[in-house]
């Protein structure tokens, strides 16, 4: 692992896996002890996503390795370059419902980009290579080691890294330039054309190049929840996040666009609303390194497979020469004031000042990381900083409980950032025990609570749908989460949505939010929501992105 | 009904991870032969598949770390299937799909 470049993993010691851990110690690799499996291929992913490197947990056989799966299922969903190592029972113990034996191997081959069960010591180098190999490069995914204890605990002369060399595979084809004069044509029989960036464009390293394309093109643009951060905010072309809970102007701009450029998006279901009403008028170019990820719910036009590293400049080189049509009137439109956020006195309003005022406060180097549900949209929605990394949350899969171990492997991967953890009430109780890591290895994190005492999305839902029949959503009995930080030794407080009324604020409650964010310590603040506020704009499921519903009925 | 003809190194979980994207669509696996074929695999499939799915499936077939090829036939006959676009195959990806952009 040190010659792949390791020096930080997460994980949770147990009995296949303690000749590793018994190997640990002089081997220049860091471990971080989290408190659940769980907990640790979060932070392995927190690591990876804020760094680009490959994020690395490991976990003993059975129990401790099924703890990695949801971890597994997210990297694979959001990209995320993930090794994670299991322990395994003896070999000669294999397929023998041994003490915590479980079929790793077989319970993630579903989960995985690449996988391995290892066999003999002579095969570890390679396969560690070969591992590293297929999780960071293409489209990234996470991969799996099983390593049964016997094998562990043998020993050889490490005879140095492996150079792994791949095999070729018809994935890895390219695109051959022929593409560019393609949509140079596409764009000046474009009347309404628009681009929609996602996280691909992050992982190829291609925003400097991206950003260039667009200043060039001046169209409506807007990202997907991970291509946030990948435009500036300020852009005046920019209409900020699409889909579910995506922006007025920007789900409006995609209905209408007769030329949809897509950078490095799935197009999921999140982004598209009712597939067959899908940008209808539209014709699409997609820019994507992985083949796979076409047309799986709209066939696209032209796509244009490679990283985007390679694919966006070589399309910049050829605009150099062709001569574009005069889109101000569309985009006059379409980023004009007539299609501004509505200036809602809802529920959620409060709350969506909150995060504002916490956001205008953060120093500029800041990584923000958001749990799942209401907060997640409502942080998605305000967040206005371009840093292309700078804002993470798990999109893919929705896994509750992600953003506080998450955070615990970007603070741990960028010491002097200042971390914004935004959790619900939900969440947070499902990795609350990584309290326990923060304190222990003292990481400044910021940790904000969005405390609606509901399953706020699903109550949102429920609401909406279920003729406000809030079924086990109900969390009024939540603990007092300022006692438990009290508990792991973390200073916590609460801050009231009255707080929120003043314009601007008062002079003690934005002391509060800067003393907070200023700490050197880790800090929580519960923030007290509305029970009853709701993600607005919103696209009910199998709607069309123009259908968006504003507000309560 | 499709044949499918899916080439690959039998290393580890390959031949699971092919017959995935079929289970995880829910699509009855009529008839599965797998064998040694020179350097490679073949696996030879039976499927009721739309010509959604068949998009589909060559797509997630094709992003399988060791799968080197994918063809299919209609089960009637021995042509080739229609089904041709954005085969990550490089040579007609740009070409094909420009023409059909631009019709």
């Given at each position: 692992?040190r010659a792949?470049?390791?020096?930080?993993v997460?994980?949770?010691?147990?009995?296949?896996?303690?000749p590793?851990?018994?190997?640990l110690e002089g081997?220049?690799v860091r471990h971080v002890l989290?408190?659940?499996e769980?907990?640790?291929?979060f932070?392995?992913?927190?690591?990876?996503?804020v760094?680009?490197?490959?994020?690395?947990?490991m976990?003993?056989?059975?129990?401790g390795?099924?703890n990695?799966?949801?971890?597994?299922?997210?990297?694979k969903?959001d990209?995320?370059?993930?090794?994670?190592i299991?322990?395994?029972?003896?070999s000669?113990?294999?397929g023998?419902?041994?003490?915590?034996?479980?079929?790793?191997?077989?319970?993630?081959?579903?989960?995985?980009?690449?996988?391995?069960?290892?066999?003999?010591i002579d095969?570890?180098?390679e396969?560690?290579?070969?591992g590293?190999?297929w999780?960071?490069?293409?489209r990234?995914?996470?991969v799996?080691?099983?390593?049964?204890?016997?094998?562990?605990?043998?020993?050889?002369?490490?005879?140095?890294?492996?150079n792994?060399?791949?095999?070729?595979r018809?994935a890895d084809a390219?695109?051959d330039?022929?593409?560019?004069?393609t949509?140079?044509a596409l764009?000046q029989r474009?009347?309404?054309?628009?681009?929609?960036?996602?996280a691909?464009?992050k992982?190829?390293?291609a925003?400097?190049?991206l950003?260039k394309?667009?200043?060039?093109l001046?169209?409506?643009?807007f990202a997907?929840v991970?291509?946030?951060g990948?435009?500036?905010a300020?852009?005046?072309?920019?209409?900020?996040?699409?889909?579910m809970?995506g922006?007025r102007?920007?789900?409006?701009?995609?209905?209408?666009?007769d030329?949809?450029?897509?950078?490095?998006a799935?197009l999921?279901?999140?982004?598209?609303g009712d597939?067959?009403r899908?940008?209808?008028h539209?014709?699409i170019?997609?820019?994507?390194?992985?083949?796979a990820?076409l047309?799986r719910v709209r066939?696209c036009e032209?796509?244009?497979?490679?990283?985007?590293?390679?694919?966006?400049?070589?399309?910049?080189?050829?605009?150099?020469?062709?001569?574009?049509p005069d889109w101000d009137?569309w985009r006059?439109i379409?980023?004009?004031?007539e299609?501004a956020?509505l200036?809602?006195?809802?529920?959620?309003?409060?709350?969506?000042r909150?995060l504002?005022?916490l956001?205008?406060?953060?120093?500029?180097d800041n990584?923000?990381?958001a749990?799942?549900?209401?907060?997640?949209m409502?942080?998605?929605?305000?967040?206005?900083?371009?840093?292309?990394?700078?804002f993470i949350t798990?999109?893919?899969?929705?896994a509750?409980?992600?953003a506080?171990?998450?955070?615990?492997?970007?603070?741990?991967?960028?010491?002097?950032t200042c971390?914004?953890c935004?959790s619900?009430?939900?969440g947070?109780q499902?990795?609350?025990?990584?309290?326990?890591t923060?304190?222990?290895?003292?990481l400044p994190?910021?940790?904000v609570i969005?405390d609606?005492?509901?399953?706020?999305?699903?109550r949102?839902?429920?609401?909406?749908?279920?003729?406000?029949?809030?079924?086990?959503?109900?969390?009024?009995?939540?603990?007092?989460?300022?006692e438990i930080?009290?508990?792991?030794k973390?200073?916590?407080f609460?801050?009231?949505?009255?707080?929120?009324?003043?314009f601007p604020?008062?002079?003690?409650?934005?002391d509060?939010?800067?003393?907070?964010?200023?700490?050197?310590?880790?800090e929580?603040?519960?923030?007290?929501?509305h029970?009853?506020a709701n993600?607005?704009?919103?696209?009910?499921?199998?709607?069309?992105?123009s259908?968006m519903v504003?507000e309560?009925k | 009904?499709?044949?499918?003809y899916?080439?690959y190194?039998?290393?580890?979980g390959?031949?699971?991870r092919i017959l995935n994207?079929?289970?995880r669509?829910?699509?009855?696996?009529?008839?599965?032969?797998?064998?040694?074929?020179?350097?490679?695999?073949i696996?030879t499939?039976?499927?009721?598949?739309t010509?959604?799915?068949?998009?589909q499936?060559?797509?997630?077939?094709?992003?399988?770390?060791d799968?080197?090829?994918?063809?299919?036939?209609?089960?009637?006959?021995?042509?080739?299937?229609?089904?041709?676009a954005?085969?990550?195959?490089s040579?007609?990806?740009?070409?094909?799909?420009?023409?059909?952009?631009?019709a």
């Amino acid at each position: 692992m040190r010659a792949e470049g390791v020096d930080l993993v997460f994980g949770y010691p147990g009995g296949a896996i303690m000749p590793l851990y018994d190997a640990l110690e002089g081997s220049g690799v860091r471990h971080v002890l989290t408190r659940h499996e769980q907990g640790a291929v979060f932070a392995a992913e927190g690591y990876a996503r804020v760094t680009g490197k490959v994020g690395v947990a490991m976990a003993t056989s059975g129990p401790g390795a099924t703890n990695l799966v949801t971890g597994i299922a997210d990297a694979k969903m959001d990209s995320v370059p993930l090794v994670c190592i299991t322990g395994q029972v003896r070999s000669a113990m294999i397929g023998t419902d041994a003490f915590q034996e479980t079929d790793v191997f077989g319970v993630t081959l579903s989960l995985t980009k690449w996988s391995r069960l290892v066999r003999t010591i002579d095969e570890i180098p390679e396969i560690i290579a070969e591992g590293f190999h297929w999780a960071r490069s293409g489209r990234p995914g996470p991969v799996v080691i099983d390593i049964p204890t016997d094998i562990l605990k043998a020993k050889k002369e490490f005879s140095g890294p492996v150079n792994f060399k791949p095999h070729v595979r018809p994935a890895d084809a390219r695109a051959d330039g022929a593409f560019s004069d393609t949509i140079v044509a596409l764009l000046q029989r474009a009347m309404r054309p628009v681009a929609l960036v996602g996280a691909g464009a992050k992982l190829s390293g291609a925003v400097p190049e991206l950003r260039k394309l667009l200043d060039h093109l001046n169209i409506p643009t807007f990202a997907t929840v991970h291509g946030l951060g990948a435009v500036p905010a300020e852009s005046p072309y920019y209409l900020g996040m699409v889909g579910m809970h995506g922006t007025r102007a920007a789900n409006t701009a995609l209905h209408e666009t007769d030329l949809l450029l897509v950078f490095g998006a799935r197009l999921d279901d999140r982004v598209t609303g009712d597939p067959t009403r899908f940008a209808p008028h539209a014709k699409i170019v997609h820019f994507e390194i992985d083949p796979a990820q076409l047309d799986r719910v709209r066939a696209c036009e032209l796509p244009v497979i490679g990283n985007l590293a390679d694919t966006i400049p070589a399309f910049c080189s050829e605009l150099q020469h062709a001569s574009l049509p005069d889109w101000d009137a569309w985009r006059s439109i379409a980023c004009g004031s007539e299609r501004a956020e509505l200036d809602s006195h809802a529920r959620a309003q409060p709350t969506k000042r909150f995060l504002d005022e916490l956001f205008s406060r953060l120093p500029e180097d800041n990584v923000v990381i958001a749990d799942v549900g209401q907060h997640q949209m409502w942080a998605a929605q305000r967040y206005r900083s371009s840093s292309p990394r700078g804002f993470i949350t798990s999109g893919g899969l929705g896994a509750m409980g992600f953003a506080l171990p998450a955070a615990v492997g970007v603070q741990l991967a960028k010491p002097q950032t200042c971390v914004l953890c935004v959790s619900g009430d939900g969440g947070f109780q499902m990795n609350i025990q990584e309290l326990a890591t923060v304190h222990r290895l003292g990481l400044p994190i910021k940790m904000v609570i969005v405390d609606n005492k509901y399953l706020g999305m699903v109550r949102q839902w429920q609401q909406l749908f279920y003729e406000r029949n809030y079924a086990e959503t109900d969390l009024s009995d939540n603990p007092d989460f300022v006692e438990i930080a009290k508990a792991y030794k973390i200073h916590g407080f609460r801050l009231n949505e009255v707080a929120m009324e003043d314009f601007p604020v008062s002079a003690e409650t934005a002391d509060l939010m800067d003393n907070f964010l200023r700490s050197p310590e880790p800090e929580l603040l519960v923030f007290d929501c509305h029970p009853e506020a709701n993600v607005y704009p919103m696209v009910p499921a199998g709607a069309a992105l123009s259908e968006m519903v504003f507000e309560d009925k | 009904m499709q044949v499918f003809y899916i080439r690959y190194r039998n290393s580890q979980g390959a031949l699971m991870r092919i017959l995935n994207a079929v289970s995880r669509r829910g699509l009855d696996l009529t008839t599965v032969h797998a064998e040694y074929a020179g350097q490679d695999h073949i696996v030879t499939m039976l499927l009721e598949v739309t010509q959604k799915q068949i998009g589909q499936l060559y797509r997630e077939w094709y992003a399988i770390v060791d799968v080197t090829e994918v063809r299919s036939t209609a089960a009637r006959g021995h042509e080739e299937a229609a089904w041709t676009a954005h085969r990550p195959a490089s040579e007609s990806v740009a070409q094909q799909s420009a023409r059909a952009a631009l019709a």
